[in-house]
């Protein structure tokens, strides 16, 4: 229901670097996906495994699949929009359905002000309305961002659009409840607990995939099941 990066001083990097697409979906099967990116920028700390906590944090699929994987995502990111509109379908129909993985979102906000502002937004959707809500607002997030990417750094996502977006999805007294949350600036530990495994995971582009805190590097949805078999054993 996100990526995150220090290449030595350099700025996150964004869809300009991690461009997923779909090779094809035939009779509802799909064939895969390829990841385009400069995979080797990416920080070694994060070819490593590390212990997460996944506590508090929105999530698909069985609590007990045996392997966690996440997205960090920004929501002003276009290919995060491609990536939760084309590629998390594929996950969740291949991975999670199956019951082999649940799959984390978790904030990686670095474009502008919108991104921080939306993500400390959900965070306060998830708090205050529960899981299955967030993720209906977090798609009608990614739906509602502009195709246009000279819009990627305008700020768009204001306080009222964050609020009327949430109204098609939950009641007036729901969108209250987490508009106060959110004003009182409940989200930030948790916006901040994201941020903080996001730098320690080094991941260098968003959206960035992780397999039981390994971050994932291969190319293809069959790269991915394997690595998820791999980790379910415990490899």
Known sequence: MAKNKKNNKSQ???SSKFTFWMIGIIAAFVLGFIFIGNHSKTDDKSKTKESIDYSNQPFLGD??????????????C???????????PVIEKELVDTGKAKLYFMNYAFINVDSTRTAKFAESVYHELGNETFWKFHDLIYKKQPEDTKYEKID??????LADTLKEVASDAEVNKVVKHFNDDQSKESFNKDMDLAKKLG???????????????GQTM???????DKAAKGE
Request: proline share 7%; charged share 25%; aromatic share 14%.
């Open 156 to 161: 768009l996502f204001t306080d009222k659009f």
């Open 222 to 228: 069959d790269d991915l099941k394997d690595m998820v």
């Open 63 to 76: 609590k007990s699949a045996p392997v966690s994987i996440i997205e960090f995502g920004d929501y002003k």
């Open 203 to 217: 991941a260098t582009g968003t959206p960035a995939i992780y397999v039981n805190g390994q971050y994932f590097d």
């Open 78 to 88: 276009p290919n995060c929009k491609n990536f939760n509109e084309n590629v998390i």
């Open 12 to 14: 996150p990097k964004s």
